[in-house]
């Protein structure tokens, strides 16, 4: 579930929705015949063309978001995989408004930004009166369908995303046969990153000089959180879905605390952090350097885990290989256990590729993953136990940008590599940017970025990826080649890991 900090300013918290839930019920009471009924049906109908035709618009100027995606029937509403994991288990009184509330929020996330991405308002309506009026008409919908069994049972049929994977690709391409050639050239891989990850840290190659790019402090008085703190928060922000849902305060506070150092081989311009710009495409800014923030969720078992996505961005991944090309960046993401403590960290580069896992002691590796056609994962070092009030420090090669090795610095202040701050950014900032001309998404068709195409692709399609190595945005990451696997699937960590007993 996305934290979106301005959406309660476009759609009512979930204890509105059930006040108007009540309205309809008693408005449904009254006689056939009488005018509310006829007036409710006339304007259930007009939102739903009003819906209709702004939809038309946005996907004739393609500037629809692929952040969340539309529930077919109900364009109101768009979803995760998060959300559609919970469609079967909505048991409760509170569960139906929580549930469809957070498909609400998204959906007017991603209209605000479409909105202000057109190339000019719509004809007769002014942006914020359109807003207002998309906004109106999203909670007398919402309160309609909820009302009747029959919407309720359609809306969990379905509310689902489909995955990122062409299958019909994967027929043309003979995936039976090219599949197991990937998989050797993906152990390959797995092979060279564990003997860099077994190499003495002091041995690490280093082709250029090692800069430090630190986080700055999101918070006036920063002190990090110890795991009781960490626990607290997230036990008291449970949402009744079980969803942790901390107030920006908090979130500011956990970001601090497990925000690790971005350590880098720096040889050149493409291996320096930077901020994200569009002018007459995407550019990256190397006077500011910045750190992107998201915020996600996955499951365990019968809880919601909180996740801290930290994403970087680098000019390009250089050379002459069909690996190389514009734009690069690592996204790292912290799980979060229910007792305070980093249960999980795992990284890919913005392509969703080279997906690696550093578990903790409190998971193991599952015993029964297939054997065929499935990409093991990458776990190439446990992670290191937490020390309290010590950032990680993740060590970063030039030009490739891999992670070499997570480890805690004890050197002394005066023997630490040159320090850059890194200033913090929401990363939904990047899906409405501003442009010569008014706003535009760093993201275009398929959630891909425009310009980042790599060699690869010619090679790779048979796997029914979409242009393998193209920077994409946060919700369409495919990070298996062999087999099917999503950066957000919601069940991604029970599937592969299983709790230490």
């Not at 501003?434 to 690869?456: H, N, V």
Request: proline residues 9%.
């Amino acid at each position: 579930m996305d934290h979106c900090s301005d959406s309660r300013c476009i759609i009512p918290a979930a204890a509105k929705l059930v006040l108007l839930l009540g309205t309809l019920f008693l408005t449904g009471c009254v006689t056939v015949g009488n005018p509310p009924i006829t007036s409710i049906a006339d304007t259930l109908t007009t939102c739903r063309a009003l819906y209709q035709e702004i939809d038309a618009i946005i996907d004739r100027e393609a500037v629809r978001d692929h952040g969340s995606s539309p529930v077919r029937g109900f364009p109101y509403l768009r979803t995760t995989r998060l959300l559609a994991s919970l469609r079967d288990e909505l048991t409760e009184p509170a569960h139906w408004p929580a549930w469809i509330d957070h498909m609400a929020k998204l959906d007017a996330q991603a209209r605000a930004l479409e909105l202000r991405n057109l190339s000019a308002p719509i004809a007769d309506y002014p942006k914020d009166s359109l807003l207002y009026e998309l906004s109106t008409c999203r909670e007398q919908l919402m309160a309609a369908d909820l009302t009747q069994s029959e919407r309720r049972a359609r809306l969990r049929n379905v509310a689902h995303v489909e995955d990122d994977y062409v299958a019909w690709w994967q027929v043309l391409g003979l995936y039976p046969l090219t599949a197991p050639i990937m998989s050797a050239g993906i152990s390959a891989w797995h092979n060279k990153t564990r003997n860099t990850f077994s190499t003495e840290l002091a041995s690490l190659p280093v082709a250029g000089r090692l800069v430090r790019w630190v986080p700055a402090s999101a918070t006036p008085s920063h002190v990090p959180l110890d795991p009781w703190q960490t626990a607290k928060i997230l036990r008291r922000s449970l949402d009744p879905l079980g969803i942790p849902l901390p107030t920006d305060a908090a979130l500011d506070q956990l970001f601090d605390t497990y925000a690790p150092l971005w350590e880098v081989d720096v040889v050149d311009e493409n291996d320096q952090i930077g901020m994200l710009q569009w002018k007459n495409g995407p550019v990256i800014d190397l006077t500011r350097p910045t750190l992107y923030r998201k915020v996600s969720h996955t499951r365990l078992g019968d809880q919601v885990l909180l996740q801290l996505n930290y994403i970087v961005w680098f000019p390009a991944r250089p050379g002459n290989d069909i690996y190389a090309g514009q734009l690069d960046g690592i996204n790292w993401r912290v799980t979060l256990g229910p007792d305070g403590e980093p249960w999980l960290y795992d990284a890919i580069h913005n392509c969703g590729c080279y997906h690696e896992f550093f578990p903790s002691h409190r998971l193991r590796l599952r015993k029964d993953l297939p054997a065929f056609y499935f990409e093991p994962p990458m776990l190439p070092q446990p992670a290191p136990p937490a020390r309290e009030r010590q950032p990680l420090v993740l060590r970063i090669a030039s030009h490739t940008h891999f992670i070499q090795r997570l480890y805690y610095d004890e050197s002394p202040p005066g023997l630490l590599p040159a320090a850059q701050p890194l200033a913090w950014e929401e990363y939904d900032v990047l899906r409405s940017l501003p442009a010569d001309e008014g706003y535009r998404s760093l993201f275009g068709a398929y959630g891909l970025i425009a310009g980042t195409e790599r060699t690869e692709r010619f090679l790779l399609w048979p796997m029914g990826i979409r242009s393998p190595g193209a920077m994409r945005q946060w919700g369409r990451h495919p990070t298996a080649f062999v087999g099917r696997r999503h950066f957000d699937d919601a069940f991604l960590i029970e599937s592969l890991f299983e709790r230490t007993p």
